[in-house]
């Protein structure tokens, strides 16, 4: 029996305020708790410091979101953070976040970044596999405390 042939996704940056309203259902899928109010807040505060996104598009339909900033520290020099990686459910081993990864990693080359860096939840397995698939390493821990 043949292959089912993947859907055709297409990969752009989010620029006009509808789209950047509907990666809200996709935000929601890893932070069940925010509200409609809360994201509005923090988009716009996330944005006003240079966070962007693109989204994965299976025809008009947004079925994966990837952020990312651009900024610089002293140990590696220029580099993009991906942020919010977030694919569909029963979208997800189509190559989605694949295509994604590949056009902010493009992105961040444009920029002249040193490199890309992101972080996942200990727990998020296959995110993890999926990472070391694509070239990323492990390098440290990310620390955090609730002030």
Not at 49 to 68: D, E, L, N, W
Request: with cysteine; glycine share 8%.
């Amino acid at each position: 029996m043949p292959a089912k042939p993947r859907p055709t996704i297409t990969i752009r940056e989010l620029k006009t305020t509808p789209q950047w309203q509907s990666m809200f259902a996709l935000v929601k899928l890893q932070n069940e708790d925010i509200t409609p109010k809360q994201f509005e807040k923090f988009l716009g505060e996330m944005r006003e410091r240079g966070y962007r996104c693109v989204g994965a598009y299976h025809g008009r339909t947004i079925v994966g979101i990837m952020g990312f900033w651009v900024s610089y520290r002293f140990w590696c020099h220029k580099y993009i953070d991906i942020d919010n990686v977030i694919v569909k459910e029963g979208k997800r081993s189509l190559g989605i976040g694949k295509k994604m990864l590949a056009w902010v990693e493009r992105e961040g080359k444009r920029q002249k970044c040193h490199m890309a860096m992101l972080d996942s939840y200990t727990t998020s397995h296959d995110a993890h596999r999926f990472y070391f698939r694509e070239g990323y390493c492990i390098l440290g821990y990310h620390f955090t405390k609730h002030l």
